[in-house]
């Protein structure tokens, strides 16, 4: 009997196989031919729930790569949902750009000389070497020697970096305060030139090493109106905010 059953099934099974125009059946079909598509929805159903979406202020409306302005409003909101949401007060706003004007200060114009000494001549010695001629008193000669004019502090940031414009900006401000106080004269923003400074101080440093200044004259950039600057403000505000909550 077993023997039987065998045979008869085994016939069957090649009768199928051998006729044309037979097919397999549809739960079979469903089991070996996965619909891609809907299987990734539900993977994405299970795992993300039905409703997916943009944070507020990204939306399809800005995701054009050639617009100026659906970019700025895209990285504006990327900026609001990975930081904070809290939106400045217009106090609070102005506060943050009297702290932090120097960061949106327009470019300032520098006739200067540098000497230049390398890390890789001096090593860890090459703070110790500049400091050592300046306190001579006599013109320092260092490694090399570089004289610019009307360079702009964005073309000396991208010679000596933007920590070298820092201390330089910095220096110069505190010397300019210095001359004021001595001479007794109130000085203005927006006064374009400065009375020569002094030879030379330093050191500066910068990748590179360290370097000695002599500023012959300067034209301050201006500060640019808040709302010029406003979107970046608050950008930066709540980056601020976010980095002395965390």
Request: charged share 20%.
């Amino acid at each position: 009997m077993l023997t039987a059953l065998i045979i008869i099934s085994t016939a069957a099974y090649w009768l199928s196989r051998a006729t044309p125009g037979l097919d397999s059946s549809p739960s079979l079909d469903a089991l070996t031919n996965l619909d891609s598509d809907a299987l990734q929805q539900r993977i994405n159903s299970q795992l993300f729930g039905e409703a997916i979406t943009e944070p507020p202020g990204i939306g399809a409306q800005i995701h054009s790569t050639t617009d100026t302005s659906a970019m700025q409003a895209k990285l504006a909101g990327l900026t609001k949902n990975v930081t904070t949401q809290q939106v400045p007060s217009a106090n609070e706003l102005a506060v943050f750009y009297k702290l932090n004007k120097q960061r949106y200060r327009n470019p300032s114009k520098f006739w200067l000389e540098v000497i230049s000494y390398t890390t890789a001549k001096h090593g860890g010695r090459v703070f110790e070497e500049a400091k050592q001629e300046l306190n001579t008193g006599q013109p320092p000669v260092g490694d090399q020697r570089d004289q610019y004019a009307a360079i702009s502090t964005i073309q000396l940031g991208t010679v000596y970096g933007q920590s070298f414009i820092d201390s330089l900006m910095a220096l110069e401000q505190n010397l300019v305060e210095s001359l004021d106080e001595n001479l007794n004269e109130n000085l203005n923003e927006s006064k374009t030139e400065n009375p020569p400074l002094p030879c030379w101080y330093g050191p500066i440093s910068s990748p590179l090493g360290a370097h000695l200044v002599c500023v012959d004259k300067i034209i301050w950039g201006d500060y640019p109106p808040l709302k010029e600057v406003e979107n970046q403000l608050i950008n930066d505000w709540r980056f601020s905010v976010s980095q002395e909550a965390s």
